[in-house]
Nanobody, 115 residues
Framework: QVQLVESGGGLVQAGGSLKLSCAASRSIFSINVIDWFRQAPGNQRELVATITRGGTTNYADSVKGRFGISRDNVKNAVNLQMNGLKPEDTGVYYC?????????WGKGTLVTVSS
């Protein structure tokens, strides 16, 4: 089992940056995949970025070149660096993990980008 706790959300102007963090209760290197999803009001939850245990990363087309997912070995966390934020990036950002023990979600952190 894994508990995930997100932090770092907030209000930022368009063009600004935020860094989200997802702290895990188990070693992040023991988890096959850790993702960041987001959900805007009235929309379905969508995948934003993924990092595998081997370090492979993938991004949604809408955030490529602007967002970066990485691991923080010291804090046992997965970070999402978000640059060049746009109003359409607004939403609740969720951390998600999956491996042989199951799928787990954090409670989310709200990101609001003002125009």
């Amino acid at each position: 089992q894994v508990q995930l706790v997100e932090s770092g959300g907030g209000l930022v102007q368009a063009g600004g940056s935020l860094k989200l963090s997802c702290a895990a209760s188990r070693s992040i290197f023991s988890i096959n995949v850790i993702d960041w999803f987001r959900q805007a009001p009235g929309n379905q939850r969508e995948l934003v970025a993924t990092i595998t245990r081997g370090g492979t990363t993938n991004y949604a087309d809408s955030v490529k070149g602007r967002f970066g997912i990485s691991r923080d070995n010291v804090k046992n966390a997965v970070n999402l660096q978000m640059n060049g934020l746009k109003p359409e990036d607004t939403g609740v950002y969720y951390c998600h993990s999956r491996d042989f023990t199951g799928d787990y979600w954090g409670k989310g952190t709200l990101v609001t980008v003002s125009s």
